[in-house]
């Protein structure tokens, strides 16, 4: 056996998680530079154009290659694989079936197009989850950089819309709400952000300014967003913590019910003197009983192509990718994706791809309760991004950032056993 060969099963018998050639944070921080640099690219001028070369390649799909080739290098050198990288391997497996289909039926461009959100949402997840526990707890610290970076570009915004409104319009990236200055998926990862350091200083026991000054941040830029999609994620978050914190610790619960019921009258206080916003507040919260709301909109689309359904086959595996998704809403021919992860696994994968993903999801639940006996900060940060990924992907679909993140819960939650009885190394 070689040196090389010798160390990395070394390394292997060293961890709980699957082995890796990587040894330092170095190579983990770049690929997550990577990730989180093209979305922040996005976020601030938009799409990058596509290469010719005979089809159109977006940059999109030279990560999904990069991402999936390291992915296959790291998972040929684990030692075995947990439960959660045989579900994430399991519906990559269907991804690349139906992608096949797909190019066969309508062409590599008219398939790749519908499957690269989910194709690196998914080689992101693979990769991450067979990272190194403090590696991944590293990349939680280039998320911090990255949700800092797009609260300053929507403070930038709003202060653009109050000096000049008419400069620049960003009503296409917020669905036609001026003040929505970034989309609902920063949004998302703003109020977890928000989340983790909450969880930060409970599995602590002990608040830092620091941690306290940028929950109030990213939890006002959330609130003034509207983004619905956020504020329920951001919501089931709080739900969770709250149960957790309870079971764990009753003190803490009381003070944290203290905290809020101090708060609370001060923020509504706040938004009444605000004006314009606290109606738009309002409007927000009202708006999904309206019968012709964007909820209602979507449901009734669902129900159209859930009936495209109709084979036994259809049902188990799913339609092949560049079936798209035509339907008609109040009469209007529409073709946008489904906006919710669970029906367009459930048309593209089928009920054995949509299961593939419970299980995935879950095992990480399960495997953070089972890590440490109470609770750590890795745990509970763990459970956090599956539970507002969860109830985020009702409406909205992934992306290659929620990707790296969810590859981080699962190795999260793979606290290892050695640190098992000194929770601050977890």
């Given at each position: 056996m070689s040196a090389f060969a010798s160390h990395a099963a070394t390394y292997s018998m060293r961890h709980d998680s699957p082995a890796l050639v990587w040894r330092t944070g170095g190579a983990w921080m770049a690929v997550t530079g990577i990730v989180v640099g093209l979305a922040l690219t996005d976020a601030i001028i938009g799409p990058l154009p596509a290469l010719s070369a005979g089809i159109q390649i977006y940059p999109q799909d030279i990560l999904c290659v990069v991402l999936g080739a390291l992915a296959l290098v790291t998972l040929l050198m684990a030692r075995r694989w947990s439960?959660?990288?045989?579900?994430?391997?399991?519906?990559?497996?269907?991804?690349?079936?139906?992608?096949?289909?797909?190019?066969?039926?309508?062409?590599?461009?008219?398939?790749?197009?519908?499957?690269?959100?989910?194709a690196c949402f998914l080689t992101a997840a693979v990769l991450f989850a067979t990272a190194p526990h403090?590696?991944?707890?590293?990349?939680?610290?280039v998320l911090l950089a990255y949700t800092i970076a797009l609260a300053a570009l929507a403070a930038v915004r709003w202060a653009i819309l109050l000096v000049n409104p008419g400069w620049v319009n960003w009503g296409d990236v917020g669905g036609g709400k001026p003040i929505r200055v970034i989309n609902a998926s920063h949004s998302l990862l703003l109020c977890q952000s928000a989340l983790l350091a909450g969880a930060w200083f409970l599995a602590r026991g002990r608040a830092t300014k620091s941690a306290l000054g940028w929950i109030l941040v990213a939890g006002a830029t959330v609130?003034?967003?509207?983004?619905?999609?956020?504020?329920?994620?951001?919501?089931?978050?709080?739900?969770?913590?709250?149960?957790?914190?309870?079971?764990?610790?009753?003190?803490?619960?009381?003070?944290?019910?203290?905290?809020?019921?101090?708060?609370?009258?001060?923020?509504?206080?706040?938004?009444?003197?605000?004006?314009?916003?606290?109606?738009?507040?309002?409007?927000?919260?009202t708006e999904p009983t309206d019968p012709h709301s964007t909820l209602a909109w979507r449901i009734s689309g669902w129900n159209a192509l859930i009936s495209e359904l109709g084979t036994v086959s259809d049902w188990l595996l799913g339609l092949p990718f560049g079936t798209g998704y035509l339907r008609v809403i109040e009469g209007a021919l529409r073709e946008e994706s489904p906006h919710n992860f669970f029906i367009e696994a459930l048309?593209?994968?089928?009920?054995?791809?949509?299961?593939?993903?419970?299980?995935?999801?879950?095992?990480?639940?399960?495997?953070?309760?089972?890590?440490?006996?109470?609770w750590s900060f890795s745990t509970l940060a763990a459970e956090l991004i599956v539970v507002t990924q969860l109830a985020f992907y009702l409406v909205y679909s992934p992306d290659a950032v929620q990707g790296m993140l969810l590859g981080v819960a699962a190795a999260l939650a793979a606290c290892p056993k050695s640190q098992a009885q000194t929770k601050a190394a977890c």
């Open positions: 439960v959660t990288v045989i579900g994430l391997l399991g519906v990559t497996a269907l991804v690349g079936i139906q992608l096949m289909r797909g190019v066969t039926a309508f062409g590599l461009t008219t398939a790749g197009n519908e499957s690269r959100t989910i403090e590696h991944a707890r590293g990349a939680l610290k609130v003034v967003l509207q983004h619905r999609s956020a504020w329920f994620a951001g919501a089931a978050g709080l739900v969770w913590l709250a149960v957790r914190t309870y079971a764990q610790r009753p003190g803490q619960w009381r003070r944290g019910v203290t905290v809020v019921c101090i708060l609370a009258p001060i923020g509504i206080a706040a938004l009444a003197l605000a004006g314009g916003l606290s109606t738009d507040l309002l409007a927000s919260l048309l593209r994968l089928g009920v054995v791809g949509l299961l593939a993903l419970v299980v995935t999801y879950g095992s990480i639940l399960v495997r953070a309760r089972r890590a440490v006996r109470g």
